[in-house]
């Protein structure tokens, strides 16, 4: 309602109604305003009708509440994880039209029992590889979203590329089709699982949902497009295998660096191992804890196994911390050293050993993830203090009581998650007795 009209259209009576349009209470935008006397009605839009119109197409796409509702990586991820999505749509139609050929569709000489059997045999086997997939690595997908986004289309284009070589092999086609439908499987799995965490990751005002369902949109149109495109592609090569495969190793060389390009622009405030151990040195260095933008630009996007680093056997700080340890490995001489250094960690749910480089934190059953996340950190600052392949429990010890509280209070500052870090992926627990672990090693 308006109070501001004169005192003569007051007393005679008159009503102002403004109309607003949005999906949220937090998100909204006046369309109309409606003022009535006792003589007259005047009203006033704001906006043409094509602007409305393409502000409720454009709401079909973006989440409600754009660009405020999201994290500022949210564009240009979306906009290189489309093109990726629509180079993989075009491609697409070039593998299928192949591996429909190589089954025998179009040909008189082949059964349909026949082809239905090889079909129901590529889906089983996509089947049964998502679930061993699921079984290895399912734990290591959230806090790895990145490096397993990569790999999931590399999979994927893996995948396609054994569809494109079956007609080349027809006496082994099952195989091929078997292992092109294992490889996509892996990708399933892996794309499905990141996605869900950077949804989580670019939902600013708890609209995680929202932004799920215009991704949807967003894909949808992406898939229209690009079966359009793949279809016109499909007969323009159609005959000429020169051409097909030119189209192919083009549109998945684009397809890759879509994706690297993707994945490069997100700033992600989950932790995970080099996340952390990236933090920890620099804030040890300086006192400070870098933004979420400069971790991204350091960490390692491409998979462990594939950088250099491996075959120079250059291991950073966070490789050289193994978390969750089994207890069974524990040797003799291992529990000697233990019954020496637990005074280091009477109150904590976990204790730490380092044998030959390497640190290893073994948890207690009854630990929680603050728990977790703590032993990651006292670990990285044993593995970086170790000096003449002596561990220095004491200083590193020192350094916790001294200096942990102010890292996780300025990690949570600058927005980084600490809630849950690392303790879903941890396997292997224990159970210790403090009063009695030195009776029992004599």
Not at 32 to 42: E, G, I, R, Y
Not at 46 to 72: C, D, H, K, N, Q
Not at 313 to 318: D, F, T
Not at 346 to 360: M, P, R, S, T
């Amino acid at each position: 309602m308006d109070a501001s009209h004169p005192e003569g259209e007051a007393t005679a009576g008159w009503l102002t109604v403004e109309e607003w349009s949005g999906s949220s209470a937090s998100a909204l935008s006046r369309t109309a305003v409606l003022t009535a006397s006792a003589s007259s009605l005047t009203a006033h839009r704001f906006g043409s009708r094509w602007e409305r119109i393409g502000s409720r197409m454009l709401g079909a796409f973006v989440p409600e509440g754009f660009p405020g509702s999201v994290t500022p990586d949210y564009v240009p991820f979306q906009m290189w994880d489309t093109l990726q999505g629509l180079s993989t749509y075009i491609r697409a139609m070039l593998s299928t039209q192949a591996l429909l050929g190589a089954i025998g569709v179009g040909e008189q000489s082949a059964t349909v029992i026949g082809a239905t059997f090889q079909w129901f045999l590529r889906d089983l086997t996509g089947m049964l590889g998502g679930i061993l997939f699921t079984f290895y690595q399912g734990s290591n997908l959230d806090s790895n979203a990145k490096m397993w986004r990569l790999v999931a289309d590399f999979m994927n284009d893996l995948g396609m590329l054994m569809d494109l070589l079956s007609p080349l092999f027809p006496s082994s086609l099952i195989v091929i089709m078997c292992l092109g439908s294992l490889s996509r499987s892996f990708t399933g799995v892996a794309s499905g699982a990141t996605r869900a965490a950077l949804t989580q990751h670019f939902a600013l005002a708890n609209n995680a949902t929202d932004i799920s369902a215009k991704e949807g949109s967003q894909e949808t149109l992406a898939t229209m497009l690009g079966m359009g495109l793949g279809m016109l592609l499909a007969q323009i090569t159609r005959g000429h295998a020169l051409s097909v495969w030119a189209s192919f190793l083009s549109l998945t060389m684009f397809h890759m660096y879509a994706n690297y390009k993707a994945v490069q622009s997100l700033s992600l405030t989950t932790l995970n191992y080099e996340r952390a151990s990236i933090l920890l040195q620099y804030f040890k260095e300086c006192g400070e804890v870098l933004v979420p933008r400069k971790v991204s630009q350091q960490e390692h996007i491409l998979p462990s196994w594939s950088n250099w680093r491996k075959l120079n056997r250059i291991k950073l700080p966070h490789e050289r911390v193994h978390l969750g340890a089994k207890a069974s490995m524990l040797t003799h001489s291992d529990m000697l050293v233990i019954a020496k250094t637990r005074c280091h960690y009477e109150n904590a749910n976990y204790f730490l050993l380092d044998k030959q480089g390497i640190v290893y934190v073994f948890i207690h059953k009854e630990a929680t993830p603050a728990d977790v996340l703590r032993s990651f950190v006292h670990g990285l600052v044993l593995a970086s203090s170790t000096q003449n392949s002596k561990p220095q429990h004491l200083e590193a010890r020192r350094w916790m009581d001294e200096m942990y509280t102010s890292f996780i209070s300025k990690l949570q500052t600058e927005g980084y998650s600490t809630e849950r870090l690392l303790s879903h992926s941890i396997l292997w627990r224990a159970h210790w007795l403090h009063g009695q672990l030195d009776d029992k090693l004599k």
